[in-house]
């Protein structure tokens, strides 16, 4: 699977950003796409995932209320919807393909190139 992301840039703190991946060739052993996010120094983090086929999700706690993902099967498309965002969210985003249910990077599979979010305070 190839994974495509885009969207990001600069939005000041309070506001929204739409994030999207584009997916294609997918296998069945791509059941779940996920979103991490990675800041200088630390290790890339879970933020959310979603099924690909029957679309349930989960969230870091972190971004759980302000954070939603989703998918859109006819185009072949993840979106991360981010809303009230805080300069800690600040990062670059990674969209990621994974067999199973992951909260790390470990089990993930295909990775796309990341996209800069900078939300200023």
């Known amino acids: 699977v190839q994974l495509q992301a885009s969207g990001g840039g600069l939005v000041q703190a309070g506001g929204s950003m739409r994030l999207s991946c584009a997916v294609s060739g997918l296998t069945t052993a791509d059941n779940f796409m996920n979103w991490f996010r990675q800041t200088p120094g630390k290790e890339r983090e879970f933020v959310a995932g979603?099924?690909?086929?029957?679309?349930?999700?989960r969230y870091a706690d972190s971004v759980k209320g302000r954070f939603t993902i989703s998918r859109d099967a006819s185009v072949y498309t993840v979106y991360l919807q981010m809303n009230s965002l805080k300069p800690e969210d600040t990062a670059v985003y990674y969209c990621?393909?994974?067999?199973?249910?992951?909260?790390?990077?470990?089990?993930?599979?295909?990775w796309g190139q990341g996209t800069q979010v900078t939300v200023s305070s």
């Open positions: 979603i099924k690909w086929r029957e679309g349930s999700k």
């Open positions: 990621a393909s994974s067999a199973g249910v992951i909260t790390s990077t470990a089990g993930a599979g295909s």
